[in-house]
């Protein structure tokens, strides 16, 4: 190839989606090990904050942006304006399973900004999603190449088992984690016993002032309006909780959690979103 020919070809952009979890370092592993096949294409991985993160978060983020750094993968971080506090606040209203806009607000929206920002294009870039088929039902059709927002979208670790994930996960020196990603925590699906169990002391503190705020704005709302959906006492909460009724608030469902009372549905801990996949938690 001729050197004019060289410097006119396109070099593509690899954008790789992370949220800091145990896929995601599988990926970035996944990427060192196979750069030569990409033949000079840059990467750039990309952390969506949330502002929801377990507080131990942030120090983990660090250490996987100095691995990048240091393994020449550019690292970026979006913020999304507000975070998942101001977003409910906003909206009067948590998301919940069947209206769950904290993804498209929080990271979707914030990653769509990046790629104009950065001139990330469906002709010059692909992007790199953490997803395997054996992690969940609601991911078992996992393929390893596919098409994303309209992007040729990669999915590197897609036949990957536990095992062999969590051998990239090694050779990096970090620990594998025992949970999914803590970007955001709680997530809203994390409403079985054994996962409330989780939450910390300053969480539920917070999660309460959330739900009282809601609560007071969407039963004054109706009060005025008449609405016959008034219901008095109900508890506009972060988890709907079908155990305890609409009376039913953070504090009291943590209070639930350590009892032996209520059914137990082993089938909601696996529980994931399969709307959005390779956004959230890998």
Request: aromatic content about 10%.
């Amino acid at each position: 190839m001729s050197e004019k020919k060289t410097r006119n070809a396109i070099i593509r952009k690899n954008m790789v989606s992370i949220s800091g979890g145990n896929d995601s370092i599988a990926m970035l592993q996944w990427v060192i090990d196979n750069r030569s096949f990409f033949k000079g294409e840059s990467f750039d991985a990309v952390y969506c904050n949330t502002g929801w993160s377990v507080s131990w978060w942030a120090d983990r983020m660090l250490k996987v942006k100095k691995f990048c750094e240091d393994n020449d993968i550019k690292y970026s971080e979006t913020h999304a304006n507000p975070g998942f506090e101001g977003l409910v606040r906003s909206k009067c209203a948590f998301p919940h399973q069947f209206a769950k806009f904290c993804t498209f607000e929080l990271k979707i929206k914030p990653l769509i900004s990046w790629r104009q920002d950065n001139k990330f294009t469906v002709r010059n870039s692909r992007v790199l999603l953490g997803v395997r088929a054996d992690e969940s039902k609601a991911r078992e059709g996992t393929v390893s190449l596919g098409e994303r927002d309209g992007y040729e979208a990669l999915y590197p670790l897609a036949y990957l088992s536990d095992a062999e994930r969590d051998e990239y996960i090694k050779r990096t020196g970090f620990t594998v984690l025992e949970h999914r990603s803590k970007e955001c925590h709680p997530c809203i699906f994390e409403k079985t016993k054994k996962k409330l169990k989780t939450i910390e002391e300053d969480r539920i503190t917070l999660i309460e002032k959330l739900e009282e705020d809601v609560t007071r704005y969407v039963q004054a709302k109706r009060i005025l309006q008449n609405n016959p959906k008034y219901f008095e006492g109900e508890i506009f909460s972060m988890f709907n909780s079908k155990h305890l009724g609409k009376k039913a608030g953070i504090r009291e469902q943590i209070v639930w959690a350590n009892t032996d009372k209520g059914k137990y549905n082993k089938e909601e801990e696996d529980m994931l979103c399969s709307e959005q996949v390779g956004y959230c938690g890998d």
